[in-house]
C-alpha cells in the first residue's frame, strides 16, 4: 500500500534562517506531488506542484521554492524565512490526475 | 480560474438535527469534485467524491451542475462528526493538475 512520509512534525526557526521540509511517497511511481499551506480563515492554499523529476509548478510567488530531485521525493525550501513564513505545510499526492489527494501529517512551522 | 466556495466558516448544529455544508464552485468544464474532512489531531482524509455517489459515515453529496454546488448533507448530526471541512475541484481540462480547495467549514455539533 502507498503511504506518505512527511517531516520534520514541527520546526521553530529564527527569521533569516534556511528551511528544508521533506517529504517522501513509497509503494506508488511517478505520483503528483503537491505542496499546500493551511491557515486558518485562508483554507488550504496550493504552493507548488510537481508531476515529475525536476518538473515544479509554482502558484504564489512567495519566499519558498520546490524541488524534486527524485521520482517520490519532494522538498520545500526556503533561503532566509520571514516570519510570515509561519504556517502549517501540507505535503500531498495522487496517482493520476482527478484521483483523490493523499496528505502527509503536516508540519507546523513557527518562524520567530 | 477554477473557484471553490464555501461561505460559512463556522456551522453549529445540535446532535440529530440536520447538517448542509455549502460549496459552489466555478469551472467552465466538467469537474470533479471532492469532500475532504480533518478531525481533530488527525491528517486530511478523503471524505467522499461526487463520481462514487456514495455515502460514508452518512455524508452524501449531489453535484448539482446548474447550480455550480456540491453541498454536503447529513440527515442526523453526531459528535464525532465535529471537524474542519473541506470542498475540492479538480479538472480534466488544463489545469487539472491543480485542485483547488475551498476555505472551509468547521462544523461543531453540539451535544
Known amino acids: 500500500s502507498q503511504t506518505i512520509h512527511q517531516w520534520p512534525a514541527t520546526l521553530v526557526q529564527p527569521v533569516g534562517s534556511p528551511l528544508s521540509l521533506e517529504c517522501t511517497v513509497e509503494g506508488t511511481s511517478n505520483p503528483n506531488l503537491y505542496w499546500y499551506r493551511q491557515a486558518a480563515g485562508r483554507g488550504l492554499q496550493l504552493l507548488f506542484y510537481s508531476i515529475g523529476i525536476d518538473q515544479i509548478s509554482s502558484e504564489v510567488p512567495q519566499n519558498l521554492s520546490a524541488s524534486r530531485p527524485q521520482d517520490r521525493q519532494f522538498i520545500l525550501s526556503s533561503k532566509k524565512l520571514l516570519l510570515s513564513d509561519s504556517g502549517f505545510y501540507l505535503c500531498?499526492?495522487?496517482?493520476?490526475?482527478?484521483?483523490?489527494?493523499?496528505f502527509g501529517n503536516g508540519t507546523r512551522l513557527t518562524v520567530t | 480560474a477554477q473557484r471553490v466556495t464555501q461561505p460559512e466558516k463556522l456551522l453549529s448544529v445540535f446532535k440529530g438535527a440536520p447538517v448542509e455544508l455549502k460549496c459552489n464552485y466555478s469551472y467552465s468544464g466538467s469537474p470533479e469534485l471532492f469532500w475532504y474532512v480533518q478531525y481533530s489531531r488527525q491528517r486530511l482524509q478523503l471524505l467522499l467524491r461526487h463520481i462514487s455517489r456514495e455515502s460514508i459515515k452518512g455524508f452524501t453529496a449531489d453535484l448539482n451542475k446548474g447550480e455550480t454546488s456540491f453541498h454536503l448533507k447529513k440527515p442526523f448530526a453526531q459528535e464525532e462528526d465535529s471537524a474542519m471541512y473541506y470542498c475540492?475541484?479538480?479538472?480534466?481540462?488544463?489545469?487539472?493538475?491543480?485542485?483547488?480547495f475551498g476555505k472551509g467549514t468547521k462544523l461543531s455539533v453540539i451535544p
Open positions: 475540492a475541484l479538480s479538472g480534466p481540462g488544463a489545469g487539472s493538475y491543480q485542485l483547488t
Open positions: 500531498a499526492w495522487r496517482g493520476t490526475l482527478n484521483s483523490p489527494l493523499h
